[in-house]
Structures are given as structure tokens and as C-alpha cells.
């Protein structure tokens, strides 16, 4: 009886199972491997999340500081540096970047950037001009005449329409005031051009003559030279006698 008691209980914990030590130890290692796996898969969509915010995260100083900005100021600081742009070129003024700054961005400074670029694209997309930075003015060293590379962050509007709308019946001259002054510009600018980019007062007096302009009423030839050098078209220096 005892025998046969023994016999029945071992079978019967065998058909239950491993003992309760056992099952705690395999309870463990399934615990590690499901942690494991857990944890690749956190590291793996962690990855991925962090692949994704890449592309959309703002990576420079500009896209973080306009970001403090909802998107309709964004639109207006936009639409307004395009309204001060169309503007300074309808006073024939270059636009500089420090105007931008104080009569646009304010305290948003750091949006430069964001906001010009916007800028320019609505300038092209509905204007058909763009923005050209002018290049500093060169300077003389030892004489001579020494061309620099920085740019002066000051603009000018320029035309980028195709060829195909530059026509003449597109702008009524009839009305234009300026048709005079302008054409005058050209010839000055053309005269420039072909003496190798700089002109002395003495040549330029003499084209005058030549093109009979010194005893024209319609023209006060100081005044629209000055005009001329505070619209940016031209640069004028003087001369250092050695």
C-alpha cells in the first residue's frame, strides 16, 4: 500500500509539471527574453522616429526662431517685406537688410533668413522679379583699383521675366516721367562700359558736349548725377593724386 502510494504521487507530479523552482526559473528566462525584445524593438522604432523628425525638424537658427511665429504673422512679415521691397524700388532706393530688420521683424530678427526666402519666392512667383544683392564698393589700394568679393546685404529688384513679356506695348512710356532721366542713365552707364568701367568727370564733360547736352534746359546734370550715385547705379570716388 505504502509502495503503491508513492508510486501513484510521483506520477502524479510528473503529469502536473515541473516543481515550483523550476517554473520560476523558466518564468525568468522568458521574462529576459521578452525584455530583450522589448527593448530591440523600442531601440528600432526609436531609430525610426528619430530618421523621420530629421527631415521635418528645423535644422538652422532661422527655422527655429520662426517657429515662435504662427503661420498667419509668418505670412504677414512675408507679404510686408515684399510691400517695403516694391516700395524702396519705386523710390529707385536699394533695400537693405536693416530696414528689413526694424520696420519688419522687430524682435523676431532671427527669422531673417525664413522670411526673405519666402519673400523671394512670392517676388518671383507673382512679380516676376527677384531680389540682387549689390556688391560692396571697391576700393583703392596702392593706387590701383581692387575689386572685392563680400556683398553690402543691400537689394535691388530685378527683372526675371522670359523674353517673351518684355514688350514694349506692355508699359504705357506715354505716362512715364522718368523716360527722360532713364534713357540718360543708359547712355551714361553704356559710356562707362566701353572705357573700361571708369569714367573721369573731364571724359564725361566731354561726351556731354558731344551729345549736346551742356545747354539742354531739360536736364540738370549735377542733380541727376547724384541722383544716379544715391540709386546705387553708379559709384562715384575720388581721386588721390600721388
Not at 540718360?184 to 549736346?212: C, F, M, P, W
Not at 551742356?214 to 547724384?226: A, G, R
Request: proline share 3%; hydrophobic share 30%.
Amino acid at each position: 500500500m505504502g509502495l503503491g502510494n508513492r508510486r501513484n504521487r510521483s506520477e502524479d507530479e510528473a503529469e502536473a509539471g515541473p516543481s515550483r523552482p523550476t517554473r520560476r526559473i523558466a518564468l525568468r528566462d522568458e521574462g529576459a527574453r521578452n525584455v530583450q525584445k522589448r527593448r530591440r524593438r523600442d531601440e528600432e522604432e526609436t531609430e525610426e522616429s528619430s530618421n523621420e523628425g530629421s527631415v521635418t525638424q528645423p535644422s538652422t537658427t532661422a527655422e527655429k526662431a520662426a517657429l515662435k511665429l504662427t503661420a498667419e504673422e509668418l505670412e504677414r512679415k512675408v507679404k510686408d517685406v515684399v510691400r517695403l521691397a516694391l516700395f524702396s524700388e519705386l523710390r529707385k532706393q536699394p533695400l537693405k537688410r536693416e530696414d528689413i530688420t526694424k520696420k519688419v521683424l522687430h524682435e523676431h530678427s532671427r527669422t531673417y533668413q525664413v522670411v526673405f526666402d519666402k519673400a523671394q519666392e512670392l517676388l518671383v512667383d507673382v512679380f516676376g522679379m527677384s531680389l540682387a544683392e549689390l556688391p560692396l564698393r571697391e576700393k583703392k589700394a596702392g593706387g590701383s583699383r581692387k575689386p572685392t568679393q563680400s556683398y553690402s546685404t543691400k537689394y535691388v529688384l530685378k527683372n526675371i521675366l522670359p523674353q517673351d513679356y518684355r514688350e514694349i506695348g506692355i508699359i504705357s512710356w506715354e505716362k512715364n516721367n522718368e523716360i527722360e532721366s532713364m534713357g540718360l542713365l543708359t547712355v551714361i552707364l553704356s559710356l562707362i562700359h566701353v572705357n573700361g568701367k571708369v569714367l573721369s568727370d573731364e571724359q564725361l564733360a566731354h561726351y556731354y558736349r558731344r551729345l549736346y547736352l551742356t545747354d539742354n534746359d531739360k536736364f540738370d546734370l549735377e542733380k541727376l548725377l547724384s541722383t544716379f550715385v544715391k540709386q546705387g547705379y553708379l559709384d562715384k570716388q575720388k581721386n588721390e593724386q600721388i
